[in-house]
């Protein structure tokens, strides 16, 4: 028996890596079967993720969804994460549960399995942690106070070592640093790379206008504010009806001194419903990315595995965040050594259009490969054993 538990997104947030996730353990033990604790708005994101999700069982949880600024709702996230956490724990212990799979947990939440693990582990049973967002563990970039707690309140989880805990880390270069930094040992850690379910065939698209996205959610930490200046400096095209620039995705209020008129977005900081994300998806032409050497180094980004997953050559400032793409096939798209240069070629980019779309086609069949469900889940069952 597994049990999935994702209790601390609500809605599309983490929707596509945890439908991932689940489909993985499906091909990866086909012989146990899977219990999904998770929210309702998540479970409804999963199906239309999954198609069908019949089989494995489903727990209504109850989540606090996120909002930005409410410290008075985080702090009751926090407690009602603590508490669904131990009530899991209960039950996997009652029952001899075998495997208990978190898929997000927050730094707190962290600290809680691990001190469980430490004292009070179970015989025969695996606890399974991803990790997610370790940007904050960085010594070598300014962090908020709330960030530096957070960072060591991981730590603090990592030196609570067990024989029953193991970390899912995504992507080989995260793995090298929490090894070299000693917060893990190899035999703690267990990577794969951000499975994803590629069942979406692009669409053809018309040439005009040329659609720029930026994927995923709007926010400062995304450099997310590039993408408005960029639009702004191309407005002359954007007015002559040439290209347009779209946020596909919530734009977080901390954006409000950057939006413009040269960007189409919804100021809204939830989550697009999966059929209006894949929709606008199928119509943009590029994916562009302002990551710089301090965002996403210790972080895999869903939102470069849905620029794969929708055929988006990449235009973005050369960063870390790519080096796994780099690492697995020839890079779909471009990378430029600073903003002025992306700026100089999206106007060259334009007059070539589509011969420049179109040279990328190979790449995305092998990057697809790379990140698919079932090569995910031969690494999982390669790397986690389980009773026959």
Known sequence: ????????????????????????FAKAFPSQQIKLFAAPSHYQQLKKHIGSVEPFLWSSTYIISNKSGNI????????????????ILFITRVKSVELVYFAFLSPIGQCVVSLYTRYFPVKGQQIIVTLHGLDLLRDDKPRKRIDRFYAKLIKHAFYRTSKAKRYVVLEERIANYLLSKGYLQQEEIIQIPHPYQFDTQP???????????????????????AFFELAARCSDMVEEGKIVFQVIGPVLPEMKPHLNPWVNYQSTEIMLDQATYQQQCLQAHYALFFYDESSYTLTSSGAIIDAIAYQLPILGLDSPAFDAILSAASFPGKLYNNFDSLQQDIRELVQNHPQEYTQFQESFVVLQHHYSIDRVAQLVNSQVKMPS
Do not use: C
């Not at 028996?1 to 809605?11: D, K, N, P, S, V």
């Open 72 to 87: 008075v709702r985080w702090l009751l996230k926090f407690i009602n994460e603590f508490i669904q956490i131990f009530r």
């Open 1 to 24: 028996m597994i049990y999935f538990a994702e209790l601390f997104m609500t809605g599309g947030q983490h929707a596509a890596f945890n439908a991932g996730m689940l489909q993985v």
């Open 203 to 225: 669409v053809k698209k018309s040439t005009a206008p040329i659609v720029f996205a930026h994927l995923g959610v709007a926010r400062l930490d995304k450099h997310a504010a």
